[in-house]
C-alpha cells in the first residue's frame, strides 16, 4: 500500500530551533543504532519510521556503523526511502556520521580527511541519497589535527553531499576551537550529538554553556539511558530487550542492583505525575532550551507513540525537580 502520512503530522509536535541555524528540529528526534540492521524484521523498521514521520518526526539520525552487519541500517534506511520517502525527502533530516572502525587498515576510522570522505561516500551510496542535512565527526580523534577533521567536514558541504556540518563526543573545549575552525571555514557548526540523560550528565559542566555560546544546536543521545530509563527492567530482563541481546550495546552487568533502586524510585515519580518513566526522562531533558532535540531509539511503534506522548506534560514543579535530584544525587 502506498504510504499516506498522515496530513496534521506537522501540529503534532514541537520544532525547536537548532542554535542559531536556520533549521528546526522536531523536540524528539529517532536514531537508528539498534532495531534497523540487518539482524531486525524489515517490516518492523518500515512501521517505526512510517509512524515516526506521520507523528511529525522529521529527522532520522544514522551513522556509518549502524546496524548490526556495520552499514546494514543505511542501507534499510535506503530501502525504506526509496520505498515510501521519496516524495518527502524535502521534509526530512537525514544525519549520518564517521568516527569509528568501519573497515580495516589506517584509513577506516577516526578522523582523517581520508577517512571522512569515503566513508560519507560509502554512506550516500547505502542510502541512496545525493546528500545528508548533516555530517557528522562521530568522535574526537586525538592523533589528526582538528584542523584536517573539521577540512573535512566543511570539504563534505562545499561538495554539496552534506548540508551541514556536525559534532558528537566532543568535550567543552574541543568543540570551542572546532566552533571557531569551521566558522573560519564559512561552514558553521550546526549541532552537537553528546550523550545525556537523567545517568550521564558530563554535559551539564560546560559543554552546554559553550553549545549556546557558539550558536550550536544540542541533541542528546541514549536519553532514557539505553532503555534503563523506563520501565523495560523494573522485572527483571525481558527476552528481545537490548539487554538481552548478544548485540546489543547494554550489558546485563549495567543494571546494578543501586541503578535497579533509582529507576524504581523515578518511577514513582513519574507515575505520580501521570506519565511513565520514558516520559519524564524525555521531557526531563527538554526542560533547558538549550536542548533542540531529544534522540530516541526504539525498538516498536508502541514505544514510539508512548514517548512521543511525552511532550503532553513537560512541565515540571520544583518539587518534581527537586525529588529527582533526590535520587539521582
Ligand atoms: N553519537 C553517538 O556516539 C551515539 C551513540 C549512541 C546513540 N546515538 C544515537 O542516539 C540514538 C538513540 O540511542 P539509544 O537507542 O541508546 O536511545 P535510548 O532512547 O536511550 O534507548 C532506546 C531503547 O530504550 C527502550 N525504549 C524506548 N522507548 C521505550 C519505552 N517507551 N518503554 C520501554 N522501553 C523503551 C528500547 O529498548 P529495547 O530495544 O530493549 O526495546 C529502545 O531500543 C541512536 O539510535 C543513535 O542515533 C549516538
Not at 17 to 39: D, E, Q, T
Not at 85 to 95: L, T
Amino acid at each position: 500500500m502506498t504510504y499516506q502520512p498522515d496530513s496534521s503530522r506537522y501540529q503534532q509536535i514541537q520544532y525547536n530551533r537548532c542554535g542559531r541555524s536556520g533549521v528546526k528540529l522536531p523536540a524528539i528526534s529517532l536514531g537508528l543504532w539498534h532495531n534497523f540492521g540487518g539482524v531486525d524484521v524489515p517490516e518492523n523498521c518500515r512501521a517505526m519510521i512510517r509512524h515516526a514521520f506521520s507523528s511529525g518526526i522529521t529527522h532520522f539520525d544514522l551513522a556509518n556503523n549502524y546496524g548490526p552487519p556495520p552499514g546494514s541500517a543505511e542501507e534499510n534506511f535506503g530501502i525504506i526511502l526509496e520505498k515510501d520517502f521519496r516524495p518527502y525527502r524535502d521534509e526530512m533530516i537525514i544525519s549520518t556520521k564517521a568516527g569509528y572502525a568501519m573497515w580495516e587498515g589506517p584509513y577506516g576510522e577516526w578522523g582523517s580527511r581520508k577517512y571522512l570522505l569515503s566513508s560519507l561516500d560509502q554512506s550516500l551510496r547505502r542510502l541512496k541519497l545525493d546528500y545528508v542535512d548533516i555530517f557528522y565527526s562521530h568522535r574526537p580523534d586525538p592523533e589528526t589535527p582538528l584542523e584536517e577533521t573539521m577540512g573535512a567536514l566543511a570539504q563534505a558541504v562545499k561538495q554539496g553531499k552534506a548540508l551541514y556540518a556536525g559534532i558528537s563526543n566532543y568535550p567543552a573545549d574541543k568543540t570551542k576551537l572546532a566552533a571557531k575552525i569551521l566558522r573560519e571555514l564559512g561552514t558553521p557548526c550546526l549541532i552537537h550529538q553528546p550523550k545525556y540523560s537523567m545517568f550521564e550528565r558530563w554535559v551539564e559542566n560546560g559543554l552546554l554553556d559553550v553549545a549556546e555560546e557558539e550558536g550550536m544546536g544540542v541533541i542528546a543521545f541514549s536519553p532514557l539511558a539505553q532503555g534503563l530509563l523506563t520501565d523495560r527492567y523494573l522485572q527483571g530482563i525481558p527476552e528481545g530487550s537490548r539487554a538481552s541481546k548478544a548485540h546489543g550495546f547494554l550489558k546485563q552487568k549495567d543494571i546494578t542492583p543501586e541503578k535497579l533502586s533509582k529507576i524504581k524510585k523515578l518511577n514513582d515519580i513519574a507515575i505520580a505525575r501521570n506519565q511513565t518513566l520514558a516520559q519524564m526522562a524525555i521531557v526531563w531533558l527538554l526542560k533547558d532550551n538549550r536542548v533542540t532535540s531529544v534522540l530516541i531509539g526504539a525498538s516498536s511503534v508502541d514505544q514510539l507513540r508512548n514517548n512521543l506522548d511525552a511532550l503532553k506534560n513537560s512541565v515540571f514543579s520544583k518539587e518534581d525537580l527537586e525529588k529527582i535530584e533526590g535520587v539521582l544525587r
